[in-house]
């Protein structure tokens, strides 16, 4: 399987459809991937709290439309980053998308782990409450979102239900690069999984982005790193071996605890 994760530049001063239309045009050359990653709310910024509610979308808004057809153009899956989604019925959300080759939505997930603490995302998103999984050919993705990066619970839940290979979609701080790094190659090792980790490079709302989107594997072995600036980072996986792995060092068969029903002594 290759992947091919967008680590997309989101300077200020370029406008929400100019960026789309970048964006687009870049999914559109990744023909050769067999899935393409986006980052965390690559429209507006992850840190640009005061443009969420004018620029959140209906799930199926403009972003969505142009993700659809990039995504069948280049006959790639497509995991489109995140949008500020705008529920008629209630709050805002962040929203990741995923299309197959075709351009149909596969799978939907609302960030369950809003950051911000007392002011920022948390108070202007609700919190999305299920864990999501999407099978490709050769593989089960598992949906996670920057700030859910640093609780391992979810990913073991995504494991739980059948994931290889988990997916991270980010806005990441440059001041905490090192903890983004970190946590990757930590959720890799713990799951025995691949992790496919993309964020965003530029700075916006004031804050300097991280970049280094970064590929790992079911033994934690970083396959693949970016740099700081814009870039497409291609790399090829072999799915075949997180199976193989968690046979060869079976770590996930001696859990005690979290499981249904627990064991006591």
Not at 156 to 184: I, K, Q, Y
Request: glycine residues 10%; negative net charge.
């Amino acid at each position: 399987m290759r992947a091919s994760l967008i680590q997309i530049d989101v300077n200020e001063g370029e406008s929400v459809e100019s960026r789309r239309q970048r964006v687009t045009a870049l999914v559109r050359e990744q023909t050769d991937a067999d899935l393409v990653v986006l980052p965390e709310l690559w429209t507006t910024g992850a840190f640009a709290y005061e443009q969420f509610a004018t620029e959140a979308e209906p799930l199926e808004g403009p972003t969505y439309e142009a993700m659809a057809k990039a995504a069948s153009d280049a006959g790639v899956w497509l995991h489109a980053g995140s949008i500020p989604e705008r529920d008629p019925d209630g709050p805002l959300y962040n929203t990741a998308l995923v299309f197959s080759p075709s351009g149909e939505l596969a799978a939907a997930y609302r960030k369950i782990h809003r950051f911000g603490f007392d002011k920022g995302e948390a108070v202007l998103m609700g919190a999305g409450q299920e864990l999501v999984t999407v099978r490709l050919p050769g593989t089960t993705l598992g949906m996670a979102t920057c700030y859910d990066l640093r609780f391992p619970e979810l990913f073991r839940g995504l494991v739980d239900a059948g994931a290889e290979t988990l997916v991270v979609s980010a806005g990441w701080p440059e001041r905490r690069r090192a903890h983004w790094t970190l946590l990757a190659q930590a959720r890799a090792v713990e799951n025995q999984a691949f992790v496919l980790a993309c964020g965003t490079a530029g700075t916006h709302a004031g804050v300097p982005q991280a970049g280094h989107s970064i590929v790992v594997d079911p033994w934690g072995e970083v396959l693949a790193e970016a740099g700081a600036g814009e870039e497409v980072l291609t790399v090829d996986l072999d799915p075949a071996k997180v199976a193989a792995t968690r046979e060869q060092f079976p770590a996930l068969k001696d859990r005690l605890l979290g499981l249904d029903p627990p064991r006591h002594r």
